[in-house]
């Protein structure tokens, strides 16, 4: 009768660890951070120029824009930020985040001058790596953007 007793209390002991830990995985502050963080910023490309005659000068701009409140662009953290272009002569292929028009900027902006060396439709491929922060979690974000050009 002893052990019976026991047991049922060892049950009920397990039972209120596991819902004292569901309810703790419940509350709001405690989410997935990197499903947060994935969500808190966007990759903005519109001021690029999408259309311009073979041996014209274009430009391509990438904004790093935090969406969420309470999320920003770490700016001590690594940025590094890579460009190919096929097609495309770029005066600058590599990007940190000293090479920011505004480096000390909320939203990092990184542009650079092209000029377009063959005919036909080319994207600018970005692969970005960067760290977005909230008062809780700092995650490493690791992203490509595509920009397309057209060149008559």
Avoid at 71 to 91: D, E, N, S, T, Y
Wanted: glycine share 8%.
């Amino acid at each position: 009768m002893e052990r019976r007793g026991v047991l049922c209390y060892v049950k009920a002991m397990t039972r209120a660890l596991v819902l004292a830990a569901l309810a703790l995985l419940a509350r709001p502050g405690l989410a997935d951070p990197g499903a947060e963080a994935a969500k808190a910023y966007a990759l903005e490309s519109g001021q690029s120029t999408a259309r311009l005659k073979v041996g014209e000068a274009g430009k391509l701009v990438l904004v790093i824009r935090p969406t969420a409140a309470g999320w920003h662009i770490h700016p001590q953290a690594p940025l590094k930020i890579r460009l190919a272009a096929p097609g495309l002569k770029v005066a600058k292929s590599e990007f940190s985040r000293k090479d920011a028009a505004n480096p000390g900027g909320e939203a990092p902006r990184f542009e650079t001058s092209f000029v377009a060396t063959e005919g036909g439709t080319t994207e600018a491929t970005y692969s970005l790596d960067f760290f977005i922060c909230s008062d809780s979690a700092c995650v490493k974000q690791s992203r490509t953007l595509s920009v397309p050009v057209t060149v008559e």
